[in-house]
């Protein structure tokens, strides 16, 4: 498909696994995101991504969560040792370049996945 | 630092009429983008309308225009005609659209917490 895709839909896991959630993003994109939804509210941003730049992680909640982008395309986020706050639904973003101000280039979201810690 | 308030947790509106969403905004960012997104129950984020700081005019696209007044830093939505598809979470985000002066990130969109959108027929 042309959109972004995500993997998998749905992640239960018991409290202190570590778990991976993969992200591809919209060929031709070199701007990927990160954020996190929890119920009932806005988006949370995690970390962004810009072609071979480093990452910014500003939005990581703690250092049990990193992520990386191999070849500037595929993403992936990783929680070590999970908590039960850290369910949630984490949405990946891709857009064209945003590092020059690229003007009303939209983030296309992936559906996200649903992670629920036990 | 940037930030969007959305003071409706929910609105109500009958299939046909029209609809306004509110947004307000703060930021420090000279230059920045405003996005609305709609969030139907299954959960998709779907890119609705945009709106440049510089633009002179108003963004429409199909029954979705935006009433940007800068001045009052507010980005309200406008819905013409609902329709029964319309019914979802709605969420305004700001970009800044040149990178900050430290030269630290961050091309973030900084979210609102949503208005919840229910048409009745």
């Known amino acids: 498909g042309a959109g972004v895709s995500q993997s998998p839909s749905n992640k239960v896991t018991e409290k202190g696994k570590d778990v991976e959630l993969r992200c591809d993003p919209i060929s031709g994109h070199t701007a990927l995101y990160w954020y996190r939804q929890s119920l009932g509210q806005g988006l949370e941003f995690l970390i962004y991504f810009q072609g071979n730049s480093a990452p910014d992680k500003s939005g990581l909640p703690s250092d049990r969560f990193s992520a990386e982008r191999t070849g500037g395309s595929v993403s992936t986020l990783t929680i070590q040792r999970t908590q039960q706050e850290d369910s949630a639904v984490y949405l990946c973003?891709?857009?064209?370049?945003?590092?020059?101000?690229?003007?009303?280039?939209?983030?296309?979201f992936g559906d996200g996945t649903r992670l629920s810690i036990l | 630092a940037q930030k969007i308030t959305q003071t409706q947790p929910g609105m109500f509106v009958q299939e046909k009429e029209a609809v306004t969403l509110d947004c307000t905004y703060d930021?420090?960012?000279?230059?920045?983008?405003l996005f609305w997104y709609k969030q139907p129950s299954s959960g998709e984020m779907i890119f609705l309308i945009y709106q440049g700081s510089y633009d002179q005019q108003n963004a429409t696209e199909g029954r979705y225009s935006l009433n940007f007044q800068k001045a009052r830093k507010s980005a309200n939505l406008v819905i013409s005609a609902s329709q029964l598809g319309d019914s979802a979470m709605y969420f305004c985000?700001?970009?800044?659209?040149?990178?900050?002066?430290?030269?630290?990130?961050?091309?973030?969109?900084?979210f609102g917490k949503g208005t919840k959108l229910s048409v009745i027929p």
């Open positions: 930021t420090s960012d000279p230059s920045y983008g």
């Open positions: 985000a700001i970009f800044p659209l040149l990178p900050p002066l430290s030269g630290a990130g961050s091309y973030q969109l900084t």
């Open positions: 973003a891709s857009s064209l370049d945003s590092s020059v101000g690229a003007a009303g280039q939209p983030q296309h």
